[in-house]
């Protein structure tokens, strides 16, 4: 028997996000620098460095907890959804989603923006489509949507460091995807 890299997409992701956090430990600030996206106030039209952060927010973590609590999720789910979209359509509907939830936390609010759990919600809400036909909403959206998005909408009312909204944005976006993305044959 032999390992196989068999997610790519995933797997490239999650050991991209593991050396980020490590080479923050190295290198104190590099992850907020380059891996966070600033929020409202804090972008500067003519950084370079502000551009970058909206996508590369979703590979820095604040920590181990942080990262291993988003990556257990994109580490089951994101296989089965590689296999049925593709590696490339999927790694697209990251980078989108990454973009998204980016570009909505430095339009709405004023704190910074760090991590894939937009990611973890669009791969959530994706995953229940996958026996999605055509003229047909399948439950299983319908019952992901309350339980995970509606838990988050409730959530937003509390104090947190925890950015509800990339969770409702990424949860939208999987939607989306899931309605208008075809798995590959």
């Given amino acids: 028997m032999r390992i196989k890299y068999n997610a790519p997409t995933v797997l490239t992701f999650a050991f991209v996000s593991a050396a980020v956090l490590l080479l923050s430990y190295i290198m104190p600030g590099f992850a907020e620098y380059w891996f966070m996206v600033p929020g409202r106030g804090g972008f500067r039209l003519g950084n370079p460095r502000c551009w970058i952060t909206l996508v590369t927010h979703a590979a820095g973590h604040a920590n181990w907890a942080h990262l291993l609590s988003n990556f257990s999720f994109i580490l089951l789910i994101g296989p089965i959804l590689e296999e049925i979209y593709g590696s490339r359509p999927l790694l697209v509907m990251i980078l989108i989603t990454a973009l998204v939830t980016g570009v909505l936390n430095t339009i709405f609010f004023s704190t910074a923006l760090m991590g894939a759990s937009g990611v973890v919600f669009m791969m959530i809400l994706l995953a229940s489509f996958t026996n999605f036909s055509r003229g047909e909403i399948p439950l299983t ?9 509606g838990r988050e909408l409730f959530n937003s009312f509390s104090s947190n460091n925890i950015s509800e909204f990339a969770h409702i944005a990424g949860g939208f976006c999987g939607s989306l995807f899931g309605f208008f993305r075809t798995p590959r044959a």
């Fill in 141 to 149: 959206f319908i019952l992901v949507l309350i339980l995970y998005l």
